[in-house]
Nanobody, 119 residues
Framework: QLELVESGGGLVQAGGSLRLSCAASGRTLFMYSMAWFRQAPGKERAFVSAISRISGTTTYADSVKGRFTISRDNAKNTVYLQMNSLKPEDTAVYYC????????????WGQGTQVTVSS
């Protein structure tokens, strides 16, 4: 069973940066495509970014393109989300997710980490 634990959230001023980490245990992350999602208060969970299993191909939501960078270190079994030029609208709980390549749905989720951006 794959377990995911996010960390790195916190309170930051607009324009600041944070780096989220997602540490995996139980199985090697090499087996999975990884993604970050977020859920703002009163809103549905939304896709932020994803990174493929082998090639490291990345995708981003339009709202974060050019500001966020997803990366993975399979040797450390960890996925990262570098968030720069943060805006108040980035405030949300951020979740790490994993899926077996080829599946449409993400099978494993972390508990989330809160990111709050003050104006």
């Amino acid at each position: 069973q794959l377990e995911l634990v996010e960390s790195g959230g916190g309170l930051v001023q607009a324009g600041g940066s944070l780096r989220l980490s997602c540490a995996a245990s139980g199985r090697t992350l090499f087996m999975y495509s990884m993604a970050w999602f977020r859920q703002a208060p009163g809103k549905e969970r939304a896709f932020v970014s994803a990174i493929s299993r082998i090639s490291g191909t990345t995708t981003y939501a339009d709202s974060v393109k050019g500001r966020f960078t997803i990366s993975r270190d399979n040797a450390k079994n960890t996925v990262y989300l570098q968030m720069n030029s943060l805006k108040p609208e980035d405030t949300a709980v951020y979740y790490c997710a994993a899926k077996v390549s080829g599946r449409n749905e993400y099978d494993y989720w972390g508990q989330g980490t809160q990111v709050t951006v003050s104006s």
